[in-house]
């Protein structure tokens, strides 16, 4: 089992930055592509950002380089740079993990909420 907790979310004014962060815990070894959601009020779920264990790396392509998703495979932690935020990156971010070698097949943060706002 695996559990995801999120961090570093709250009011960022736009074209300022925020990182955020995800810790793993529980079966480290079963993380595989792990990944950044988000979700606006009345909006769907949308993935924004995933990495796998190689380092390979996919964009939703209104975030294309202003974010940078990255990962610490050995701790199981991953992390979202986001940079000139506009007020539409305004969500609630989940983190996300694919998992290998378990019954689950992935994992789910609670999630932080990020607030682009002047």
């Known amino acids: 089992q695996v559990q995801l907790v999120e961090s570093g979310g709250g009011l960022v004014q736009p074209g300022g930055s925020l990182t955020l962060s995800c810790a793993a815990s529980?079966?480290?070894?079963?993380?595989?592509?792990m990944g950044w959601y988000r979700q606006a009020p009345g909006k769907e779920r949308e993935r924004v950002a995933s990495?796998?264990?190689?380092?390979?790396?996919d964009y939703v392509d209104s975030v294309k380089g202003r974010f940078t998703i990255s990962r610490d495979s050995a701790k199981g932690t991953v992390y979202l740079q986001m940079n000139s935020l506009r007020p539409e990156d305004t969500a609630v971010y989940y983190c996300?993990?694919?998992?290998?070698?378990?019954?689950?097949?992935?994992?789910w943060g609670k999630g932080t909420l990020v607030t682009v706002s002047s």
């Open positions: 996300n993990a694919q998992l290998r070698f378990t019954d689950e097949e992935y994992a």
């Open positions: 529980g079966n480290i070894f079963s993380l595989n592509v």
């Open positions: 990495i796998t264990r190689r380092g390979n790396k």
